[in-house]
């Protein structure tokens, strides 16, 4: 005579014995989503497993899901995510967060895997931003030239898509609720921040034009601008604005574009070249990188110091809090590469019919491989480092 087990039922500690040996996020969320019982026995913010190799999200699937692909094991995770359907776009990545700015003054950030959320002040919040009117139809924001003074105006989607070029944070919001939250602003290069609590946003007037890439590292964040200059933006005082400090390079760094990558401990540069060519179906201009630079900052200088091999190290740039990981505490994962998204050639952020440029780099012999899965009608790309914190 067989029995029916009622798998909930299961004892506590048991489940709890199970869930603490999981080695993959994946298999850890599937675990929590069986049952309440098996959910409790699995907390939220589990401190035990191992760092995941980036995901790379995928355009929608329908109007709530979205896939992500793991480059290494070449897995698709589908994942409930309908904050960002195409109303809102995707204005960077960091500790695990998405930031998100919609067809309205809100921002906000979620973890795709838990749809936990924090809200950062709203766009009408920004100082140079003079008057915000959702009846204003097509002109619902009036701006102002940190230059000269001259107004000019932005409708929501205008606003959305191009006032703010990345926002980047300085921690998850679970890790460290005192988190600061970075952004570039896209047309006149100004670098703003918020903290916790704040209703608006301050801009760093000091470090207006080190606008290329930002990141996080000592308690400060670090800009650079198109010659390869860096900004320093202490926030070691967090009762005090940031302290700016500047270190000139005495020579110019050459490329299209810098990013800026915190290499276990050391300060990267890293540059990319890219080719220019015509659509002449689609009548736009499309790009497609064909090379990196790597540099390492010699503080005692300053200089810049060329890089030829990454070693043991991946880097992964984009639209996303640019970082590094060690090939090295992955199985089969080689080293000495640099993993790029597309974060330049988006004419808007609701479905075009274009070419996206992804992919890995070789640092060895300058060859690319394209990702796969990643089709070319939809949002831009963006690395995730996977978090339940």
Not at 209 to 238: H, L, Q, T, W
Not at 255 to 262: I, R, T
Not at 363 to 386: F, Q, R, V
Request: glycine residues 4%; proline residues 7%.
């Amino acid at each position: 005579m067989s029995s029916v087990v009622d798998w909930s039922e299961l004892p506590p500690e048991l489940l709890q014995t199970v869930a603490t040996n999981f080695l993959n996020t994946a298999d850890y969320l599937r675990f929590r989503g069986v049952c309440s019982s098996w959910r409790i026995a699995a907390p939220i913010n589990p401190r035990h497993l191992p760092r995941e190799f980036p995901w790379l999200m995928l355009p929608l699937t329908s109007s709530s899901r979205r896939c992500f692909f793991n480059p290494l094991t070449k897995n698709l995770h589908q994942l409930s995510l309908p904050e960002s359907f195409h109303s809102c776009r995707l204005a960077g990545s960091s500790h695990g967060w998405h930031v998100l700015i919609g067809e309205s003054p809100s921002i906000f950030l979620i973890n795709p895997l838990t749809r936990a959320r924090a809200a950062l002040p709203p766009l009408s919040s920004f100082p140079n931003v003079l008057k915000f009117d959702f009846y204003s139809i097509g002109k619902e924001y009036t701006l102002r030239s940190p230059e000269n003074d001259f107004q000019y105006c932005y409708s929501l989607k205008e606003m959305r898509d191009s006032f703010v070029k990345k926002v980047i944070l300085s921690h998850g919001p679970l890790n460290e609720p005192n988190f600061v939250a970075f952004t570039i602003l896209n047309k006149f290069g100004d670098l703003a921040y918020c903290k916790i609590g704040d209703d608006s946003w301050t801009i760093i007037h000091e470090a207006r034009s080190y606008c290329e890439d930002v990141i996080y590292r000592n308690n400060s964040f670090y800009a650079v601008d198109k010659r390869g200059s860096i900004a320093i933006c202490d926030f070691n005082d967090p009762n005090s604005p940031p302290r700016v400090r500047f270190l000139n390079m005495p020579q110019k760094i050459e490329g299209d574009m810098h990013y800026l990558v915190d290499a276990m401990g050391e300060l990267f540069l890293i540059t990319r070249y890219l080719d220019f060519d015509i659509d002449m179906e689609h009548y736009h201009e499309v790009c497609k990188t064909v090379k990196f630079s790597v540099f390492r900052l010699d503080f005692h200088g300053p200089s810049w110091e060329i890089v030829n091999s990454l070693d043991a190290k991946l880097l992964f740039l984009g639209q996303n809090s640019s970082f590094s990981i060690l090939a090295s505490d992955y199985r089969e994962c080689i080293g000495d590469r640099v993993y790029f998204t597309d974060d330049y050639s988006g004419e808007n952020y609701d479905g075009i019919a274009g070419y996206y440029d992804v992919g890995v780099y070789n640092m060895k012999d300058g060859s690319i491989e394209a990702l796969p899965c990643y089709p070319t009608n939809s949002h831009w790309p963006i690395w995730i480092t996977p978090t339940l914190c």
